[in-house]
């Protein structure tokens, strides 16, 4: 049964939003009802959808009553009940609680793992994997760190993602992507195995997370790179260690200024993303039957070269388009996460 009187409070909450709007909120109201208000438009209208099927379903019931309408109720009831299934499963899914963060900027860190020379040139693949999937759709892809090695390959790549349901799509990338293929680097043809670590941080604003400064080790320093990029001869790098955690983060762009800045918000990214992380076991663990970890360091997905494929062990979904998929296309293996996520809540909240 779906829950009538949280329909109505939707309704209700919709409706007292839209005559906010319209008679004119102050203008510090405006954007967070907005934000709300569009939030619930789709919501309302699955709910609208719903109550108008039910209602349909009640007047031919009622017809059945008139011998002369019986066999019409009859057609009519068999169509209605077809497409009650769907609406109700739309409806569930549009109840689903949402993640907060789901509408935030994404901070992506790319980092080399096991395969040494091969693992960094696969982590700038994936870099520019994620650029133009960024691209495709719209977002902005902003480089905020990058140190590489002297084959082209990337050490560590830091880069904000700005645009519509950016975090909601990408979240799902964060864990250990191994790709086996031959290397340019192997004289012998041999298929090679190595890996890359990607995290998708939501961007946290300075009310999300407060940093004492005192917490703060803030050091200068030269940077330093391969190929000239990103290199400057001033002791302008800033390097900042959150001493409670002991979380370090770094920038070497041109500005000492531009660095801290960066690093402030890499840094603020990583400690709500770490909130976020503890408050989400912490259900978890209140959860019976909860299967997996969620945790990033398991490997989620393998990029086979040879076999042109690639395969999402999270939902077993295996693609043989990797060509499409490492120019950026990324949309099919994204939508099929986002189905799998969305059909587990469904499990969660009928159990």
């Known amino acids: 049964m779906l829950p009538e009187d949280r329909l109505d409070r939707i309704i209700q909450r919709f409706q007292y939003l839209e005559a906010k709007l319209a008679e004119g909120a102050a203008p510090g109201e405006i954007a967070e009802l907005g934000r709300e208000y569009a939030e619930l438009k789709p919501v309302v209208a699955r709910i609208e959808d719903w109550r108008a099927l039910q209602a349909a379903i009640a007047e031919a019931e009622a017809m059945r009553d008139d011998p002369e309408m019986r066999e019409l109720a009859e057609e009519e009831l068999a169509r209605l009940n077809a497409r009650r299934p769907e609406l109700e499963k739309a409806l569930k899914l549009a109840l689903l609680p949402r993640d907060a963060a789901d509408a935030r900027p994404a901070i992506i860190e790319i980092r080399p793992g096991t395969g040494g020379e091969e693992a960094a040139l696969f982590a700038a693949d994936l870099l520019r994997m994620y650029q133009r999937h960024a691209e495709?759709?719209?977002?902005?892809?902003?480089?905020?760190?990058?140190?590489e090695t002297?084959?082209?390959?990337?050490k560590e790549a830091?880069?904000?993602?700005k645009g519509e349901g950016v975090f909601a799509r990408l979240k799902f990338e964060s864990g250990v992507h191994r790709v086996q293929r031959v290397p340019s680097t192997e004289s012998g043809g041999r298929i090679h195995t190595s890996a890359a670590t990607v995290a998708v941080l939501p961007e946290a604003a300075e009310v999300?997370?407060?940093?004492?400064p005192n917490d703060l080790r803030v050091e200068t320093m030269r940077a330093s790179g391969a190929g000239g990029q990103h290199v400057n001869t001033t002791d302008s790098a800033v390097r900042i260690t959150h001493l409670p955690t002991g979380i370090v983060v770094s920038s070497s762009e041109k500005s000492q200024h531009q660095n801290r800045a960066?690093?402030?918000?890499?840094l603020r990214a990583k400690l709500f993303e770490a909130?976020?992380?503890?408050?989400?076991a912490d259900r978890a663990a209140a959860r019976k039957g909860q299967v997996g970890s969620g945790d990033r360091s398991e490997r989620i997905r393998t990029y086979n070269f040879p076999q042109g494929r690639m395969t999402d062990h999270r939902i077993n979904l295996t693609l043989y388009r990797l060509d499409q998929i490492m120019a950026g296309d990324l949309d099919e293996v994204i939508d099929a996460l986002i189905a799998d996520d969305q059909a587990r809540q469904l499990a969660e909240m009928e159990a």
Do not use: N
Not at 150 to 154: A, R, T
Not at 158 to 161: K, Y
Not at 262 to 266: E, G, Q, R, T, Y
């Open 136 to 147: 495709a759709k719209g977002w902005s892809f902003e480089l905020i760190a990058l140190s």
């Open 150 to 154: 002297e084959l082209g390959g990337v």
């Open 158 to 161: 830091v880069a904000r993602v």
């Open 208 to 212: 999300d997370v407060q940093i004492d």
């Open 262 to 266: 960066i690093a402030m918000d890499v």
């Open 275 to 280: 909130e976020r992380a503890r408050a989400a």
